[in-house]
């Protein structure tokens, strides 16, 4: 299944109550479960930089992660950017398709 990369940044003015983030990350969760059911999430990680969250995420096709996107984006309290992305091993093999360059077929 395609694999997608989102990274999340929150508003400062969104979240006054630090416990109201874990509302909101059930509540995400219950709506990218009845909406996105082939979702699988593979890892979620809290950075230190220009974003706030980076999450990394099976989806069936482009659609099913961009209804993730909105999903979270629909609590009004963060932008997101969504990347599709190739594990390095399945990269190696598309490297290896290509004709007429360094390291691909003659």
């Given at each position: 299944m395609p694999l997608y990369v989102m990274?999340?940044?929150?508003?400062p003015y969104?979240?006054?109550n630090l416990e109201k983030l874990k509302e909101i990350e059930k509540e995400?969760?219950?709506?990218i479960e009845e909406n996105c059911?082939?979702?699988?999430?593979v890892m979620n990680l809290v950075v230190f930089g220009p974003y706030d969250y980076l999450d990394i995420f099976e989806a069936a096709n482009d659609e099913e992660a961009a209804k993730v996107a909105m999903i979270i984006r629909?609590?009004?309290?963060a932008t997101t950017?969504?990347?599709p992305?190739?594990?390095w091993k399945d990269f190696k093999e598309i490297i290896g398709t290509i004709k007429g360059v360094p390291g691909?077929?003659?």
């Open positions: 990274l999340t940044k929150i508003s969104a979240v006054k995400a969760e219950r709506l059911p082939s979702v699988k999430w629909s609590f009004g309290h950017e969504t990347w992305a190739i594990q691909g077929k003659s």
